[in-house]
């Protein structure tokens, strides 16, 4: 191992010393650099209540976790054969073909993967990634960063009054590329009704690109909510994603997966290294899908703690936006970020600002007893 | 309807797919046996697993399976720069090192720009620029070596990029500190050069490439936990370089690339000084014996500084499917251009018993 320290002043001169840079392509220097700092830790003896990233906080089901303490001994390998395990898995859950899925490092990847396929500089060559991204604001805005680092332009649709994508208004906004309809929304938890997303997927043109993320889609239970999965025999320009870091409670994990026509997902893949799941991901998705406590448990446990927390924010006066979701969004009445600060002093993490949404606070789901470590936090700086 | 590849990117077209070497469960599958007795020497794997420390790190790991991991890596990149002497802004973690080479393509390639690397290089390269629609420039290397001389004359304007697996899989060629040294003082300042060192750890004299990246070049050095980490299930790669191009390998990173389990893993991993020297240890024993073997067996190969030998078997994919019905996978290397020959990675000496057992046994049975 190579160990030769330098001393700060070397290290200085030496940065000085300004290397000509390379030719970094132009769009790159516009995306944002995701964070590289660590959550903070909490002052000693504090635990932290972590209501932030909407996290299950019951973790994966013990079959899953078994499943990857026995795969200790293939740690060493790589992961193709599991890849494919779940790959079948997946394609018989959702009732289609194995060369419809793709699978992902988190459903971020998937995002990705959507956007460098599917955007581009309206200036590329026809058979190239091109046309822009339309996305809901607010939403869980991730794959407008990946757009812009294609070099894509970008589109923020307001919601409407009911919280709901406004479909006509993103169809209107879309030069070929892709639109992006989260649903249940991060992160107001809301849902768009399913006559108007079918009624969307049904009107528009192919060569525009629609994208569903459903990571939430096991927590909604609406009649007016449902998967598009079943519209995508009809629909080439259609792709879902769906993710195990929610009910399935594997966010450190990263495992994710997209649904499309095989020859969408042919386009996607050349886009993609290869295994960018790991092994201990796939067979605890594999085993997770096996075990129906899984998603019952989730939805009931969430549920519960979901009405305990809206019952005494309704005794304070603040209005929810009706959630779908293992988060919710409501009206603070005030700016949120003091308060978010405020929590934060007290080791209780909740949502960040969405600038559409000043005055909402998003607040993630988690047991009993940390809702109610919430409440006590959030009354004090209330008061 | 049209063929969709009217719409894809025609560079894709003509891509190859990476093939991974083959799976044990597969072949358990196909050969209709128990997939403990298959011996998988296809993807310079180690044979010892991780370090028991990697493992237990694991187990204490699964307890935040839920939570989304640190996507900066602060702690293991507090580590790896203290081992290797450089700031932590030295540093970005990728899901395998091969997820480095995708950021280096978001980071400098475009339709038009051109790749430079070896005949018979890595082929993640390859793939790389392809997806991007960049051309890559193979420079011959008749000796099975990186011919360093012959990158720089192949450096056209449109160079952006240049990769030098060292040592080189599959051919397990090492290019020495001289011939480097004099290749950078000649590369030009807007062309970044990358050193894949995936392979560094198992080299006794290995080549300080972590001199330029210090010195402020457009230099970037790759390193995994796939190879004499054992962790290759688990996705871990780094990529050392100055901080700015650091900060613009960042910006093509999604903000949890790397699992929770794999940077404990990695961390405890890279604290276990008894493991890495226990595989390299059995690594140039079974190396040396392997050799040894197939120059008694009049065989070609090409003498290796890594976990794998490439040698001459005069038919690849042949003893490659007659070694698989002993249950034993090598790797065939037609994607390579090198159909003659099979790459073996070192096993346990049990394995690379087993292995050269059964390739005589084949090579036998070979009429004429
Ligand atoms: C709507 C939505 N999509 C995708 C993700 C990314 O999830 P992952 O990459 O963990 O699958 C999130 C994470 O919070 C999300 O809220
Ligand atoms: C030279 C070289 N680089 C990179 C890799 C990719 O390794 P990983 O993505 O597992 O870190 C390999 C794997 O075989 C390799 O041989």
Known sequence: MNTISISRRQFARLLGAGAAVAAVRPALSLAVTPPTTPVTPPAAGATVVRLSSNENPYGPSTKALKSMTDAFGIACRYPDAQAEALVEALAKLNGVSGDQILLGDGSSEILKLCAVTFTGAMTNEKPAGRGNLVAADPTFEAILAYAKVRGAETVKVPLNASFGHDLAKMGAAAKEGLVYICNPNNPTASITPKNELRDFIEKTPRETMILVDEAYFHYADSADYESVIPLIKDHPNLLVARTFSKIFGMAGLRCGYCVAQKETIERMRPHQMWDSVNVMALVAAKSNLEDPDQLANGRRWNSEARSFVIGELDKMGHKQIPSQANFIMFDLKRPVVPVIKALKERNVQVGRLFPALPNHMRLTIGKKAEMEAFLAAFRQVMA | ?368
Not at chain 2, 295 to 307: K, Q, T
Not at chain 2, 328 to 354: C, F, H, P
Request: proline content about 5%.
């Open chain 2, 1 to 368: 309807m049209s063929s969709i590849w009217d719409l894809a990117n025609p560079q894709l077209r003509d891509l190859r797919v990476y093939e991974p070497g083959k799976p044990i469960e597969e072949t358990a599958r196909e050969l209709g046996t128990d997939a403990g007795h298959i011996i998988k020497l296809a993807s310079n794997e180690n044979p010892l697993g991780p370090s028991p420390k990697a493992l237990a790190a694991i187990r204490a790991a699964l307890e935040s399976s839920h939570l989304y991991p640190d996507g900066g890596g602060y702690y293991l990149c507090d580590a790896l720069a203290a081992q290797l002497g450089v700031s932590r802004d030295h540093l970005i973690l990728g899901s395998g090192s091969n997820e480095i080479i995708e950021f280096l393509g978001h980071a400098f390639l475009d339709r038009g720009d051109d790749v430079i690397t070896s005949e018979h290089a890595f082929i993640a390269y390859k793939l790389v620029a392809a997806i991007f629609g960049a051309r890559t420039i193979e420079v011959p290397s008749p000796d099975l070596r990186h011919d360093l001389d012959a990158m720089i004359a192949a450096i056209t304007p449109k160079t952006r990029l240049i990769f030098i697996a060292n040592p080189n899989n599959p051919t397990g060629t090492l290019a020495g500190q001289e011939e480097i040294d004099r290749f950078i003082e000649r590369v030009p300042e807007n062309v970044v050069v990358v050193f894949d060192e995936a392979y560094f750890e198992y080299l006794d004299d290995p080549p300080d490439t972590l001199r330029f990246v210090r010195e402020g070049r457009n230099v970037a050095v790759l390193r995994t936990f796939s190879k004499i980490q054992g962790l290759a299930g688990l996705r871990i790669g780094y990529g050392i370089a100055r901080p700015e191009l650091i900060r613009v390998l960042q910006k093509a990173r999604q903000p949890f690339n790397v699992n929770g389990l794999a940077q404990a893993a990695a961390l405890a991993g890279l604290a276990d000084v008894e493991h890495r020297r226990e595989t390299k240890r059995i690594t140039d024993e079974g190396r040396a014996w392997l050799q040894e073997q197939f120059a008694a067996m009049d065989l070609r190969y090409v003498p290796s500084v890594a976990n794998f030998v490439l040698v001459n078997v005069g038919d690849g994919a042949e003893i490659f499917r007659a070694l698989l019905h002993r249950q034993i996978i090598v790797r065939a290397l037609k994607g390579y251009n090198l159909a003659e020959w099979i790459r073996i990675s070192v096993g346990t000496m049990e394995q690379n018993r087993r292995c050269i057992a059964a390739l005589r046994e084949v090579l036998g049975n070979r009429p004429g």
